[in-house]
């Protein structure tokens, strides 16, 4: 039962353009969302992050919408720039008495073309 | 600055074969995990410590084992390796939980034949 979904597993745009990805998720309990960045041979990178208190967040090019009664979040990029291109993974976090959980999507690549 | 640095990188083993990744970081972080990625799967958490000295279960488990004797330092052993456990291996480490950001190892590549 896949709690966090990226539905789209890879997404291709036109340097200058916006690129959208987005992430839904089914645990009403998930309060706190990050967008992660990975290129090729290296670990995810923290990217942004949203907390459910909240329906926008935005850091220069990136911004994260979350749609709770949708259960949905979209990440935005504009402009896109082709150094963007790498994969990215949406991830929900809920607090709960002596812990946490945080569980990630599949990830969707992206490719932004020169 | 090293941040989180995941030792070997590549590693090819036989099935029931035994051995162990080791994750450092010099962050000073409390929280430490060790993540499998597979095609499609994302990131899925095996063993998680909040702390120096505890360790507890993540999302799948079975066939791991982890030890956090020092707070810069977290182990994930596989005693009996399977071919199911060829995948990459994360290791991040956080401040704290929940809302802060992990930071993430260049990763392991496993292979069990």
């Known amino acids: 039962d896949q709690q966090v979904k990226q539905n789209s597993p890879s997404l291709s745009v036109q340097e200058g353009r916006i690129s959208i990805l987005n992430c839904d998720y089914t645990?009403?309990?998930?309060?706190?969302f990050l967008w992660y960045k990975k290129y090729p041979a290296e670990g995810p990178t923290f990217l942004i992050s949203?907390?459910?208190?909240?329906d926008k967040n935005e850091d220069g090019r990136f911004t994260v919408f979350l749609n709770k009664s949708a259960k949905h979040l979209s990440l935005h990029i504009v402009p896109s720039q082709p150094g963007d291109s790498a994969v990215y993974f949406c991830?929900?976090?809920?607090?709960?008495?002596?812990?946490?959980?945080?569980?990630f999507g599949a990830g969707t690549r992206l490719f932004v073309k020169a | 600055n090293a941040g989180v640095t995941q030792t070997p990188k590549f590693r090819v083993l036989k099935t029931g074969q035994s051995m162990t990744l080791l994750c450092a970081q010099d962050?000073?972080?409390?929280?430490m995990y060790w993540y499998r990625q597979d095609p499609g799967m994302g990131l899925r958490l095996i063993h998680y410590?909040?702390?120096?000295?505890?360790?507890a279960k993540g999302e799948v488990p079975d066939g791991y084992n982890v030890s956090r004797l020092k707070k810069q330092n977290f182990l994930l052993g596989l005693e009996s390796a399977a071919p199911s456990q060829t995948s990459v291996y994360f290791c991040?480490?956080?401040?704290?939980?929940?809302?802060?950001?992990?930071?993430f190892g260049d990763g392991t590549r496993l292979s069990i034949l």
């Open positions: 410590s909040v702390g120096e000295g505890t360790t």
């Open positions: 991040a480490s956080s401040y704290s939980g929940g809302v802060q950001p992990q930071h």
């Open positions: 962050m000073n972080h409390e929280y």
């Open positions: 949203i907390s459910s208190i909240k």
């Open positions: 991830a929900a976090s809920a607090s709960y008495t002596g812990g946490f959980k945080t569980i």
């Open positions: 645990n009403s309990m998930f309060d706190y």
